[in-house]
């Protein structure tokens, strides 16, 4: 089972990045998938999540409006779309799903 989350990386305020994470050795689609992060010094906090066959999401209140969750079933592939960065979205961000988690991928906003 691997959950490889990539496409972190230094980015200016206001800026956009696509975070993907591709999902191996579980069938995919049939629980909630999400997006996690944990900034320095502060508890990993859930970001955005898909609850449901349906594609139903969830955000947190920091982030939406700016962020986009969505998934490839075929591809297996979880997706998170960022935009408008604020130097507060800095932190690694992990994937999760079906109680396993990914290594996580840094996300560095500067000002």
């Known amino acids: 089972v691997q959950l490889q989350a990539s496409g972190g990386g230094l980015v200016q305020a206001g800026g956009s990045l696509r975070l993907s994470c591709a999902v191996s050795g579980l069938t995919f689609g049939n629980s909630a998938i999400a997006w996690f992060r944990q900034a320095p010094g502060k508890e990993r906090e859930g970001v955005a999540c898909i609850v449901s066959d349906n594609d139903d999401t969830v955000y947190s209140d920091s982030v939406k409006g700016r962020f986009t969750i969505s998934r490839d079933i075929a591809k297996k592939t979880l997706y998170l779309q960022m935009n408008s960065l604020k130097t507060e979205d800095t932190a690694v961000y992990y994937c999760?799903?079906?109680?396993?988690w990914g290594r996580g991928t840094l996300v560095t906003v500067s000002s």
């Open positions: 999760a799903y079906d109680g396993y």
